[in-house]
Each structure stands twice: as C-alpha cells, then as structure tokens.
C-alpha cells in the first residue's frame, strides 16, 4: 500500500473531517481537489493510503506548528505533496501589512528539507491565483517571487515542482470565475482541474501507476 500527504491551506482543506473515527473514510480528505484524486486512486488496482493536513488560512511559516500536520500512524510516506504560499500574498493585503517573501521562503525551504527526511518523494504545486475577485495586479510581483522560489528550493532537495499558474490562467481565460470563486479559492471546476494536473504530472513522473 502507498501513503499519500497532502500538505497546504484551504485549497487543500476544503472542509475535511479531522475527528480519528473519519481517517480512511472519504470525509476525510474534504470535498476539493484531494479528494477527487482519492476517488480515482480509489477505482485503481493498486492501494493507496491517502491523508489530508490541509489547514485553512494557514501562511507558510505556521504549516508545521499546526496539530497533527504529521499523520501520527505515518512513519514515512511515499509521497508528499504540498501546496502552500498564498495566504504569503493575500494575508499582508487583508491586514495592511508589509510582505515577506524571503521569511515564506525560508519556512519553505525547512519545511521541504524535513519532509525530504520522511517522504520517497516530494511533489511541490505551485500556489495559484487569478486576477478576479480578491486578486489585484499588485499580486503578481509577490506571487511570481514566491514561485520561483520555490521551483529553485524544490530543485535544491531533489523534489518534483509542478507548475500551474500559467496552465491555469490559459486554461481558465474568459471565465476566471467558472474556476475561481474569489481569485484564490477553486470552485468545483477548479478543483477538478487541479485534480488532473496533480494526477497527469504523478503519473508522469511514474510516482504512481497509471
């Protein structure tokens, strides 16, 4: 059987159960683009053990002080995935507060360290936004500096980088709200979008059976 973390804020959370009598069962995983990909894991051959520590609002810098952001019954994972950075860009914005892309990423970059020490394999998605909603041409600058910092953190420990803004924006041009409700959150067609880019670029990178 093969364990799957996936790590993040509300795109990953999406109102996941987190009582113990719901691990294993699909309420666990929320209703977003994770549990889209456990219902086609699910339909697979092979096993897979799926857990989801998504944590909504959660900045990059608080993603490893949360409760339980390690599955406790997970010695090691065979994959993990993790999308987090832009509550880095809309929290300073909603507060009136200053940015501080190198802080995001120098959380980022212990954060992608540790998990490199317990993970076969670590998967990286780029935060997404689009310019609809709460999202304003200033956050562009921030959220490209915050990409490519990652993209270069994610080379640096050997982990796989998935790139979706530009896939997104192209996918999504003309009806930015028909993927996202407010810029930043996905709607049900955003998360199945992501759902496929997470499962195409896995399948890939022969992280999984296709």
């Not at 053990?49 to 952001?69: I, K, V």
């Not at 999308?83 to 995001?104: A, E, Q, Y």
């Not at 490519?148 to 997104?168: T, V």
């Amino acid at each position: 059987m093969s364990s799957i973390l996936f790590l993040g804020d509300s795109v990953t959370d999406c109102s996941r159960k987190r009582a113990a009598r719901y691990q294993g069962l699909p309420e666990s995983l929320g209703d977003g683009w994770v549990s889209k990909v456990g219902s086609v894991l699910q339909a697979r051959p092979q096993e897979y053990q799926l857990f989801n520590r998504g944590y909504a609002g959660c900045q990059t810098h608080e993603l490893m002080s949360q409760l339980d952001w390690w599955p406790e019954q997970l010695e090691t994972a065979d994959i993990v995935s993790v999308m987090i950075g832009v509550n880095d860009v809309w929290m300073p914005f909603w507060r009136g507060l200053s940015h501080n892309i190198d802080r995001s990423l120098q959380s980022f970059d212990e954060l992608v360290r540790r998990l490199s020490e317990r993970a076969k394999q670590v998967v990286i998605c780029e935060p997404v936004a689009l310019p609809c909603g709460e999202v304003t041409q200033q956050w562009w600058s921030y959220m490209d500096e915050l990409a490519k910092g990652q993209r270069a953190l994610a080379a640096q420990h050997g982990a796989s980088f998935l790139p979706l803004q530009d896939a997104l924006m192209s996918t999504a041009r003309g009806k930015l709200f028909d993927y996202m409700s407010d810029g930043v959150h996905p709607t049900y067609l955003g998360h199945h979008w992501i759902s496929k880019q997470w499962l195409s670029f896995v399948s890939a990178q022969d992280l999984i059976e296709s």
